[in-house]
């Protein structure tokens, strides 16, 4: 509300009935569609507040992607229409949304085996925050794609981020500048006669 104060002749004046609001903000887990938020008839407002689309578990927008969505349908309810040509316009017809965290998890991973976490960006490139920590040392790679972690794990010869890897690690923490199809890859290179599972705990957040 602060933001359209400040750009447009508009005071916004909290209310506490429905029956006396002009506008209706409505808040949504998802919408399931694809779609962001919309306002319907200038009267009610309905905002997404995260999807499925990560790896089919929900997740939360980053706060500064609810305040874009926010800011662009309380435009709507004000009269403003969808802006086509402009990207930096908060009126843009699109957003490329973030999330709060893309992967927050536990797992374990057996000797002699890999595991491959993609990141969920709608950006053709960003900066990614990766933490691993391990019970065991791992072997960690930033790959740009799910074929290049297939390559890894056939032993044959694949691309990475070299500045972005680290091996026998049991805490791992880097920010790289990534592509879309990126992803970390997590090996557990101890030999099946030594401990085995490697317990450990992963954070994948885009910046």
Not at 12 to 29: G, I, L, M, P, Y
Request: hydrophobic share 30%; aromatic share 12%; glycine share 4%.
């Amino acid at each position: 509300m602060s933001f359209w104060e400040r750009n447009v002749n508009v005071t916004f004046k909290e209310v506490s009935t429905f029956s006396e609001a002009d506008v209706k903000v409505q808040w949504f887990k998802e919408f399931g569609t694809g779609t962001l938020g919309h306002t319907i008839n200038q009267k009610v407002i309905d905002i997404g507040i995260g999807d499925s689309n990560c790896l089919g578990k929900w997740r939360p927008y980053s706060y500064n992607t609810v305040l874009q969505i926010a800011k662009h349908e309380l435009g709507h309810s004000l009269g403003a229409d969808d802006d086509y040509k402009h990207s930096d316009r908060i009126m843009y017809y699109t957003l490329s949304t973030k999330y709060e965290t893309d992967i927050e998890e536990e797992d374990a991973l057996p000797s002699d085996l890999a595991h491959f976490y993609p990141i969920c960006t709608k950006n053709n490139v960003t900066a990614y925050t990766f933490e691993v920590t391990s019970t065991e040392p791992l072997d960690i790679y930033i790959v740009p794609s799910k074929q290049d972690y297939e390559l890894l794990t056939k032993r044959q010869e694949f691309e990475s981020y070299p500045n972005c890897n680290e091996k026998n690690v049991k805490f791992y923490q880097k920010t790289c500048t990534i592509t879309k199809e990126s992803g970390i890859v997590l090996t557990n290179s101890q030999s099946s006669n030594q401990k085995g599972y490697a317990q450990y705990k992963i954070k994948i957040k885009e910046n």
